[in-house]
C-alpha cells in the first residue's frame, strides 16, 4: 500500500508534507516503514513534551477508554473537575474552560474580552509576528500576513503593535481598547522573546488603565520555558492563559484560564464544546502534570536548556551564517543568513528532525525529559547538515 498516493488522493493539500512515513514513535525517536530510525527534536510540533508514546501515558489512556471515554458536558465529570482544579492549583485564582486546539481557545478570549468591553469597547491589540491560530477569530489576531492576505476580510476589532516597543504599544490604544493578547515568545514568529521589562510596562499599563491581559502560552505553557508557565518568568498575572500542545502532551485538549476577576462575565449558553475536557483526555492531562512533577522535568529542562544554549552558541561562532540564537528552557531559534528550509532537508536527510520557521528560523523544541546523550547527538547531527551550507 502506497501511503503517499492515498494521501495524494483522498487528503486535501493543506500541508507540505516531507520525509518518508512513520510507522512507530518512543520517546525522542521515530522509525519509519523501512525501520530506519530519526532522531525528533521537534516532536509533535512542540505537543509531545514528554517524547512520543510516554509508557505512564499509554497506560493511563487505556485504563481510562474502559472506563470512560465521552460525556457530554451538560453532566458532571470527575476528571474534567479534577484537571480545573489542578490548572488553578499551579497558576493563579481563575475558572478553567477546555476546549480542543489552541485556537479554539484564543476564540474563547476574544469572546470574554468582548463581553468584558461591553459594547464599547471591543479592539485587542495584537503583535507583529504573532501566531494565534487558523480560525477567523485567531486568524484576525495573528501578526503575520502570509497567513491572512487569501482570507479577507478577516474580523475586525484587530490591532498590531511592535513586539517589544512599548511604546509603539501605547499609542495604538484607545477608548476602544479591550485587550492585549501577547505571547511571552513568538515561535512561529521565529522564537522571539519578550523582554521581561517590557512585559511588565505593558502589565502595569493594563491594569492602570483596566485593560484585560490575555497571555498565549500554547507553545510555552507546561515546563517548556524553565517554569511551569512562561509568565511566570516575568513576574506578573494574566487575566487569562491560553494553554494547549504540552498540555496534553500528544492528546488535543486547549484551556482557557480565566481570572476570577472576570469569570462571572460568562453565563451558561454563551459558549460551549462538543468534545472539549472529555474524561479520556483530562485523565491523560492529570497524569502529565504528575510525570512533570516527579520526575522533576522542570529542572531537567533548566539543565537541558543550559546545555543546549551553550552548544548552540558555539555553533554561532563556527558558522558565520548564523546570525542570532533565541533561546529559553528548551525553546530555541536558530536565525539565519540563508533560508532555512534546505537547513530542514539537510537534517531530515540525516535523520533529524527539525523545523524550520519564519523564513530563516530552525526552531528546535525538543521533549523535555530528553536524555543528555540524545541532546548531543541532534546537535552533533545538526552541526553535520550544517556544514553543508
Known amino acids: 500500500m502506497d501511503i503517499k498516493q492515498l494521501y495524494k488522493k483522498y487528503s486535501l493539500n493543506t500541508y507540505t508534507r516531507l520525509g518518508p512515513v512513520f510507522l512507530k514513535g518512543k520517546g525522542s525517536f521515530l522509525w519509519d516503514q523501512n525501520r530506519r530510525r530519526y532522531l525528533d527534536l521537534f516532536p509533535g510540533w512542540g505537543v509531545s513534551i514528554l517524547g512520543h508514546s510516554h509508557p505512564r501515558l499509554a ?19 470527575v476528571e474534567q473537575a479534577l484537571l480545573a482544579k489542578k490548572i488553578v492549583d499551579k497558576s493563579f485564582p481563575a475558572k478553567v474552560f477546555f476546549a480542543n486546539s489552541g485556537a479554539e481557545a484564543v476564540e474563547g478570549a476574544v469572546k470574554l474580552s468582548r463581553l468584558f468591553g461591553k459594547g464599547s469597547r471591543y479592539e ?7 501566531f494565534h491560530g487558523r480560525t477567523f ?9 502570509k497567513y491572512k492576505e487569501v482570507f479577507k476580510p478577516l474580523v475586525p476589532g484587530f490591532k498590531e503593535a511592535r513586539f517589544n516597543d512599548f511604546c509603539d504599544f501605547k499609542r495604538k490604544v484607545t477608548a476602544k481598547t479591550a485587550a492585549v493578547m501577547l505571547e511571552l515568545i513568538q515561535g512561529e514568529g521565529g522564537v522571539n522573546v519578550a523582554d521581561k521589562d517590557y512585559v511588565q510596562k505593558l502589565y502595569a499599563y493594563c491594569k492602570a488603565k483596566n485593560i484585560l491581559l490575555i497571555i498565549d502560552e500554547v507553545q510555552t505553557g507546561m515546563a517548556r520555558t524553565g517554569k511551569l508557565f512562561c509568565y511566570q518568568n516575568y ?19 486547549s484551556a482557557i484560564v480565566v481570572s476570577n476577576r472576570i469569570s462571572g462575565l460568562i453565563k451558561p ?24 512533577e516527579m520526575d522533576g522535568i522542570i529542572l531537567k529542562t533548566v539543565k537541558s536548556g543550559k546545555y543546549l544554549n551553550e552548544r548552540l552558541q558555539a555553533l554561532k561562532s563556527k558558522f558565520s551564517f548564523i546570525k542570532q540564537i533565541r533561546i529559553k528552557g528548551l525553546m530555541a531559534g536558530i536565525e539565519l543568513d540563508i ?38 547527538q541532534g546537535i552533533d547531527i545538526f552541526e553535520e547538515a550544517l556544514k553543508r551550507f
Do not use: W, Y
Open 137 to 145: 477569530g485567531a486568524l484576525s489576531a495573528t501578526g503575520q500576513k
Open 235 to 253: 513576574g506578573i498575572m494574566p487575566d487569562i492563559m491560553i494553554l494547549s500542545k504540552g498540555l496534553g502532551a500528544g492528546v488535543p485538549i
Open 124 to 130: 485587542v491589540i495584537t503583535m507583529k509576528n504573532s
Open 269 to 292: 449558553g454563551m459558549h460551549a464544546s462538543t468534545f472539549g475536557g472529555s474524561p479520556l483526555i483530562c485523565r491523560v492531562c492529570r497524569e502529565v502534570f504528575d510525570i512533570i
Open 339 to 376: 533560508e532555512s528550509l534546505p537547513v530542514f532537508k539537510k537534517c531530515l536527510e540525516k535523520k533529524l528532525i527539525v523545523n524550520s520557521t519564519h523564513g530563516n528560523v530552525i526552531r528546535i523544541m525538543p521533549a523535555l525529559n530528553i536524555e543528555q546523550n540524545n541532546l548531543t
Open 59 to 77: 497506560k493511563i489512556i487505556a485504563r481510562q477508554a474502559k472506563c470512560l471515554i465521552h460525556l457530554p458536558n451538560n453532566l458532571f465529570s
